[in-house]
């Protein structure tokens, strides 16, 4: 529920910074395996940008070999490329 609903920046309700902190939090606690499914959910149905960006970037540091084959699923674009680093 938290990746296709979390967006990055300010809204009324919550602060951008503590969305991204809860995925993190969230995805750290997940194998590399789920966090790699997640990422590519959220990029092909959810049709988010920034979450399985994040989800990516957590994805390096936990398992090179999956990060490797969701890369160009997650990433479409240069912005999103641009997001990653």
Do not use: H, W
């Amino acid at each position: 529920r938290v990746i296709c609903t979390s967006f990055f920046g300010n809204t009324f309700y919550t602060e951008g910074a503590d969305q991204l902190k809860r995925v993190k939090e969230l995805a750290t606690q997940c194998s590399g395996t789920f966090v790699a499914a997640c990422a590519v959910y959220a990029r092909k149905k959810g049709l988010m940008k920034d979450t399985p960006t994040a989800l990516l970037a957590i994805l390096r540091s936990k398992d090179q070999g999956l990060y490797k084959q969701v890369f160009n699923t997650v990433v479409t674009d240069g912005r999103i490329l641009r997001g990653l680093n």
